[in-house]
């Protein structure tokens, strides 16, 4: 991290999860935030955020309604706070399209609907939005 002078380095699909022993270990002088799906929730997944002790960052959680629990660890808030400027990095997890069955579709527009909920109150409390992750997307054709 040092080397290649990071602050801030988000980390998609580390399988870590949160029923097991984990595989992260920690980094001085970074505080490590992770996310991870545990029981029965589906398999893969897992995020986490390594960002330096010394930003003005803090891990913002907001409540989620009870019907969108089952998405509420496929994304992080890290807030950075200067007094002057003010950035929201969200790190997300979107689903992958899958011919075995269409549930993706349903919870991607549930998370959908929920990070833009919480980006347009970060906005309007003047963050910047800055989003990144495993978008599971494509471009171009498929042969």
Same mark, same amino acid.
């Given at each position: 991290l040092e080397k290649r002078g990071f602050d801030v380095? &988000?980390?998609? #699909? /580390?399988?870590?999860r949160a029923d097991q022993p984990t595989i992260l270990e920690p980094h001085q002088g970074f505080s490590t935030w992770k996310t991870e799906r545990s029981g029965t929730d589906k398999g893969g997944g897992g995020l986490a955020i390594l960002y330096k002790d010394t930003l003005p960052a803090h891990q913002w959680n907001p409540s989620v309604p009870a019907h969108l629990q089952y998405v509420m660890n496929e994304r992080q808030w890290l807030l950075l706070d200067n007094q002057k400027e003010r950035c929201a990095i969200l790190h997300v997890y979107i689903a992958c399209q899958t011919t075995r069955n269409e549930n993706f579709l349903q919870w991607n527009e549930?998370? !959908?609907?929920?990070? /833009?909920? #919480? &980006?347009?109150?970060?906005r309007?409390?003047? !963050?910047?939005?800055? &989003?990144?992750?495993?978008?599971?997307?494509?471009v171009g054709a498929i042969p």
């Open positions: 380095l &988000a980390l998609s #699909e /580390t399988f870590g549930d998370l !959908f609907w929920m990070i /833009t909920q #919480e &980006a347009i109150k970060l309007s409390q003047g !963050f910047v939005v800055l &989003a990144l992750g495993d978008f599971n997307s494509r």
